[in-house]
């Protein structure tokens, strides 16, 4: 993306803003002046920078999620009646059949339950990892 290019121009600027600064210290109004629209300028950017950046966060996003989904449509549909693994009737004597739900032959795991189940623990410990250890946020200087 073009944000390389609005990244040093920022950086550029905010330079910039910082030299005008220590200079109004020693001069007149003529540089408060050009401090002024040096800082609008760098906030004018920054904010652009800002906004291409969340534009490419929220493409990324639905990019990744679009990728997860169809891949588990093309899974369920071509893998719709192959069991992933037998199960032994002593194990889930009661709930077998829901298991093979609803292509598999009885006394097996269907991929749908797979996905299903396999989507749900996954979730769950994302969410237990994330609680437990939170990612820091960092603090604007």
């Known amino acids: 993306i073009s944000s390389n290019k609005l ?24 540089v408060n002046r050009k401090l002024d629209a040096a800082t609008k300028e760098y906030e004018e950017k920054s904010s652009q920078l800002g ?5 490419f966060k929220i493409r990324a996003n639905i990019f990744l ?5 169809i891949t588990r449509a093309i899974i369920l549909f071509n893998y719709y009646r192959t069991p992933v693994f037998h199960i032994p009737d ?3 004597s009661p709930f077998t059949s829901l298991l093979s739900y609803p292509g598999a032959p009885k006394g097996t795991l ?8 396999s989507g749900k623990v996954s979730s ?9 250890f939170p990612i820091p946020v960092k603090q604007k200087a």
Do not use: D, P
């Open 7 to 30: 990244a040093s121009q920022v950086n550029h600027s905010k330079i910039y803003v910082q030299q005008l600064r220590t200079e109004i210290k020693t001069i007149s109004s003529v």
């Open 51 to 55: 906004i291409q950046k969340t534009h």
């Open 65 to 69: 999620i679009a990728v997860v989904y």
């Open 90 to 92: 002593a194990w889930f």
């Open 110 to 117: 269907s991929i749908a339950m797979w996905v299903f189940v």
């Open 124 to 132: 769950l410990l994302i969410n237990s990892f994330e609680k437990t």
